[in-house]
């Protein structure tokens, strides 16, 4: 039996699909989930694209920009189905946005940042993100989720 | 164009025509001190110098560039005395002192201080050093210095000597020397280079890629200006690694030799033993007169920010 034959399909809400395998409970943790709602994860799938990979299907659920941001941060390449009446709505790849506020912190631990309640700013520059305070540039992996 | 308000936190911020006007004002501003014009222009404005972490030149440059346009300036050096002792944050700190200024000169240890106090208040603010990041006055009267006492723009050569990692005036300068099209050198123990963040920045920018050395006696004939920087024990974490690297550079009268007739030495100040006192005597050694510039500059500065007239 083929992987994707074991996952059950929602009806409405959210699939978060090409995740790296392992990644899956991680991503879950970053979002406001209502346990009310059926969440599905699937770890170690087969893919035909990357040989093994994570999924999150959430009924009645659409992510807000900052979730949108933290998934991108742990798994630059998601994918986000849109599902509506048990079909692909909307389908987007998930990038590094081109500003993080409020969702990282500063790995600098002389930016003013991690010394005053102030939220964090970076701005993506030359493909790294720039702390809008202290000025460093970081490769996306090394920015720390708040 | 116009500076009106505008925060000066970061060499990163401005623009060539922004530096052009700055420098354009600083020599109008030296020929009046030089003649000695008095100047009312901010009078009845007052500058509040908030000064979190040592400093001489920095915050006197500022007290004397106010007082000379007429203004007037209240302030603290060190927090002995002030609210921040009793744990007040800086933000907090800067929203209640704009209350009682037109514009705010700062300096503090933590990297970023200045932007979150410029983002919190409302006049502007000037980044007097914040840690190991910007010190964008500074470098705005190195390149004063330069351009009076060589011209910019002639096919110049810098070697940056020292420490360039911690070294916020290096960090500053280097955008001003690129955005110039002054050709750079680095020099420095392999552990104090450049940070990376910054190189890329210049060459994006300006497609400024300077080379580095580690050892003195390579540039010294090529360079037209030695800028040196204090290896700053305050600096480091580690006690130990600041010890593998003190004393790494001593500009003396034997390496001098080597150098250009007209070649200049420029040093933000304070020194330790990177420049021997022997130096000091030489046609060489311009690092006093570096600092007489800051006034003019800070003169020209509060000027354009405060809108005052000319």
């Excluded at chain 2, 530096?19 to 007052?46: F, H, Q, T, W």
């Excluded at chain 2, 130990?240 to 420029?266: C, F, H, P, Q, T």
Aim: proline share 5%.
């Amino acid at each position: 039996m083929k992987d994707g034959l074991k996952i059950t399909m929602i009806n409405q809400g959210t699939v978060i699909d090409h995740l790296p395998p392992g990644s899956a409970l991680d991503i879950t943790n970053l979002m406001n989930l209502d346990t009310n709602e059926p969440v599905i994860i699937a770890m170690n799938v087969e893919s035909t694209k990357q040989g093994r990979k994570d999924m999150i299907k959430v009924e009645k659920k659409l992510l807000s920009k900052g979730e949108t941001d933290r998934i991108s941060l742990l798994a630059p390449g998601a994918t986000i189905n849109i599902i509506e009446n048990g079909s692909v709505s909307g389908k987007r790849h998930v990038k590094p946005p081109g500003e993080l506020k409020g969702t990282a912190l500063c790995p600098n631990e002389k930016c003013v940042t991690n010394t005053e309640d102030c939220p964090t700013r970076f701005l993506m520059r030359n493909g790294k993100y720039k702390c809008y305070f202290c000025e460093r540039s970081y490769a996306v992996e090394e920015v720390r989720l708040c | 164009m116009h500076l009106k308000s505008k925060d000066i936190i970061s060499a990163a911020d401005l623009s060539k025509p922004e530096v052009e006007l700055i420098l354009e004002r600083s020599e109008m501003m030296l020929e009046n001190l030089r003649k000695g014009r008095p100047s009312d222009a901010l009078r009845g404005k007052i500058l509040a110098t908030l000064f979190f972490e040592p400093s001489t030149r920095t915050r006197l440059s500022f007290e004397s560039a106010m007082n000379r346009l007429g203004g007037s300036v209240l302030g603290f050096s060190g927090t002995e005395g002030t609210s921040v002792t009793k744990g007040e944050t800086l933000r907090d700190t800067a929203k209640n002192i704009e209350n009682y200024c037109d514009c705010i000169a700062m300096r503090n240890p933590v990297e970023g201080s200045a932007r979150l106090v410029a983002d919190s208040v409302d006049v502007p603010v000037i980044n007097g050093g914040d840690g190991a990041n910007q010190h964008p006055t500074q470098a705005l009267l190195d390149l004063v210095t330069i351009d009076a006492e060589k011209g910019i723009g002639k096919n110049l050569k810098v070697a940056l000597c020292g420490d360039l990692k911690y070294g916020r005036t290096a960090h500053s300068l280097i955008y001003f020397l690129a955005m110039f099209g002054i050709e750079v050198c680095y020099v420095s123990p392999e552990q104090l280079t450049m940070p990376g963040w910054i190189s890329e920045d210049i060459e994006k920018r300006y497609g400024s890629k300077p080379g580095h050395h580690s050892s003195l006696e390579d540039v010294i004939s090529w360079a037209d200006i030695l800028y040196v920087t204090r290896i700053q024990r305050e600096r480091f974490a580690d006690p130990n690694e600041y010890n593998k690297v003190a004393g790494s550079y001593s500009v003396d009268r034997r390496l001098l030799e080597k150098a250009k007739n007209d070649m200049m030495i420029l040093h933000p100040l304070p020194r330790v033993d990177e420049i021997k006192p022997e130096v000091d005597d030489t046609p060489y050694a311009r690092y006093f007169e570096q600092s007489f510039y800051g006034v003019s500059l800070r003169m020209a500065l509060l000027q354009l920010l405060m809108g005052g007239k000319k």
